[in-house]
């Protein structure tokens, strides 16, 4: 059964620190995908990586995939108050379906 | 060009009741998802479709869950006879091919009494 871990599951950050959250999954996948979700709304497609070393930023985030180590991990430099919201990552090593992580409960103080 | 779009965004039911939920899927997409996530708890998976065709169904419960996605009209996720536990938001996402980003609709939020 396939397996997505994220750590931290709560991050509380102060404004301007920076830090990384961590997505391992269990069985092979070259793609994987991150989505942001603030509370009582949907799901906000941040990142499609598709290949080993792939690595996209937009703004304060970045993210990066290692597929030989299964992991991928998304970086948040100079954090700010608009970044609180919870972060999924999700693998679909079939095409059909995505498996997602615990997510990352998010929350920056000012 | 609208995004996906679920109807109702919130709905009541009694225990024993039906739910259906709907989904319209992005202009040009036709593959459907639908997730559901319980309150405290990540997204799981429930059934991917494509026009007419239930591709992949093993996130569903045995009983009283079914879904369809018409050559006509929304995608539907019905089900019969709910019980408390169903109370979750229950998502529906789009894309246009298989294996490609997945866009999600607002959700809808089904609270059973």
């Known amino acids: 059964e396939l397996k997505v871990e994220q750590n931290p599951l709560f991050l509380s950050m102060q404004e301007g620190k920076n830090y990384t959250i961590y997505c391992n999954y269990s069985?092979?996948?070259?793609?994987l995908y991150w989505y942001r979700q603030d509370p009582g709304k949907s799901l906000e497609s941040l990142f499609v990586?598709?290949?080993?070393?792939a690595v996209k930023q937009e703004g304060r985030l970045m993210a990066s995939l290692d597929t030989k180590a299964r992991l991928s991990t998304l970086h948040i430099t100079a954090a700010v108050h608009d970044l609180s919201a919870t972060y999924f990552c999700?693998?679909?090593?079939?095409?059909?379906?995505?498996?997602f992580g615990e997510g990352t409960q998010l929350t920056v103080n000012p | 060009n609208a995004g996906v779009m679920q109807n109702p965004r919130h709905l009541v039911r009694r225990r024993g009741q039906e739910a259906r939920l709907r989904c319209s899927p992005m202009?040009?997409?036709?593959?459907v998802y639908w997730y559901r996530q319980l309150p405290e708890e990540g997204l799981k998976f429930m059934v991917y479709?494509?026009?007419?065709?239930?591709?992949?169904e093993s996130g569903m419960p045995k009983e009283r869950f079914s879904a369809e996605f018409p050559k006509e009209g929304p995608s539907i996720l019905r089900i019969q006879q709910v019980v408390r536990g169903d109370s979750a938001a229950y998502f529906c996402?789009?894309?246009?091919?298989?294996?490609?980003?997945?866009?999600f609709g607002p959700g809808t939020r089904l609270t059973v009494l």
């Open positions: 996402a789009s894309s246009p091919y298989r294996s490609d980003t997945q866009y």
């Open positions: 990586l598709l290949s080993n070393g």
């Open positions: 479709l494509q026009k007419e065709n239930i591709i992949d």
């Open positions: 202009k040009g997409h036709s593959h």
């Open positions: 069985t092979t996948s070259d793609r």
């Open positions: 999700a693998v679909d090593p079939s095409g059909s379906r995505l498996t």
